[in-house]
Every structure is written in C-alpha cells, then in structure tokens.
C-alpha cells in the first residue's frame, strides 16, 4: 500500500514539473520577443553537472538566465563554455524573466529537454 502512494506522489511531481515547463516554453512562443545575451560565467550543479549563466537586456533592465549544458561545450575560439559570447535569447514580452538562449551550432551541448522547437 504504500508503494502505491510513493509511486502517486512521484507521478505528481514528475506531471507538475513537466506541466511547469511546457507553460514557460508556450509564453515564450506565444509573446516572443528576441534580444542578445552574453554568456556571463559557469555554475557548477549537483553531481557534476554544469549551467551556463547569460544575462540580456529588455527595456533598459537586466536579466539572468540558466541552461544545463554538457561539459564538452567549447566555442570555436577554445573557450570553454563560450563564456563571454553572445548568442540569441527569446523571451516572453509579458514575462522577460522567462527566456530561452539559442546556442546556434552549440545547441547540441545543451542538457535540458525543450518540449516546443521554435527559432
């Protein structure tokens, strides 16, 4: 009986999480906007995974954002994790704070699952 209840609550989370992010990826198709972002540092995670902060600009305000990206990703110029590039972020008119940085030939690197393809 109790595996039952274990097993509900993680199908919960999972469906939560997965409804969670599939909302942000549909306002950021549906208000799109694009701006530039520069990759700003690396930000080690648990058990050895690796996020790349970038920050871009919207009306004057700064904003930061994350992607989990693998530890072989390096720009052509040898830099690890690009640090210092600029690349394409799309963000959402109604919320900045959610947005999507576009990797170009690097998207490949990236770690995190995108449920909606959109350039």
């Excluded at 520069?38 to 305000?61: D, H, N, S």
């Amino acid at each position: 009986m109790k595996k039952k209840y274990i097993v509900l609550i993680i199908i919960i989370i999972v469906s939560a999480l997965l409804y969670r992010s599939i909302n942000k990826e549909l306002e950021i198709m549906n208000n799109k906007m694009t701006t530039i972002g520069k990759i700003i540092r690396l930000q080690p995670g648990f058990k050895a995974r690796f996020y790349i902060e970038y920050t871009y600009i919207v009306k004057g305000k700064k904003y930061k954002g994350t992607v989990r990206v693998s530890s072989n990703l390096k720009c052509d110029n040898g830099i690890k994790y690009c640090i210092g590039e600029e690349f394409k972020v799309s963000y959402s008119s109604k919320n900045p704070e959610n947005s999507r940085i576009h990797l170009g030939k690097y998207e490949k690197y990236k770690s995190k699952v995108e449920f909606i393809k959109f350039e």
